[in-house]
């Protein structure tokens, strides 16, 4: 009982601090967005359409906007982070992520605490470690989403950036809504056991296989949905072979 229950503080210890970060990087933003403003008393408050400064805003300038526009931004992706089957933790990961506010070695040497000597990747590939490099292009783990793939039963993604590929990922098993509802919680799930792995790899000195990681993210994604789902397989074996199947989306 001892040890249950210091692990659930241990639990609830890491989501205040992961809440904490969170704030402090939003408050770091807004604080970052308004030295850029000058407050002028002569002049009064408007809206303004930064697109078009002359004639404002127009459907046509919208459209036009909007049609240009090649790559996945990040308010596109921004409604996927949040899953209510996935914990609050993971998600912040994820927000911090998917806005390069991780702690990854580029960017720790950007901010001054790392030397420049010091920014290869944790997992030995030799790369700097960035956001992009250690979650898509790192060649010691580049074999982890195609497993995952393969598992699932759904197409390869190849996008090159970390928002195109969440919105790929959780297009790729088919259009329906709890498909890409089950596929945006895998995806998460991926991007927790990278983040837990590598700083595992870095700070204790631990080190699983590629294949490791894949069974924890089977076994994640299967006691979150089991959290809130009622009818899921009992027998967590046949969620191994197909857990589309499980979920009765095939």
Known sequence: MFSRGWEVGG????????LRAW?????????????????????????QWRTDL????????????LTSQDHVTLDAVSGLIWHRQVPLKVSICAWRLLRDRLPTKANLVTRGILSTE??????GCGEVESAQHLFLYCSSLGSLWSLVSS???SSSVTAQTLP????????SAGGSRDRRSFMQLVWLV???????????RLFTGSANSVHHMVDKIKTFSYRWLKATSITLALNCHSWWSNPLLCLGLV
């Open 11 to 18: 639990e609830a210890w890491e989501w205040r601090r992961q």
């Open 23 to 47: 704030e402090e990087e939003l408050l770091g933003e807004c604080q970052a967005f308004l030295l850029t403003i000058s407050l002028q008393d002569h002049v009064s408050d408007r809206w």
């Open 54 to 65: 002359d004639d404002g805003y127009t459907v046509r300038g919208a459209y036009q906007l």
């Open 118 to 123: 010091a920014h290869l990747c944790v997992f």
């Open 151 to 153: 598992w699932i039963g």
């Open 164 to 171: 195109e590929h969440f919105v790929q990922f959780t297009d």
């Open 190 to 200: 991926c991007v927790w056991v990278v983040w837990t792995e590598r700083n595992h």
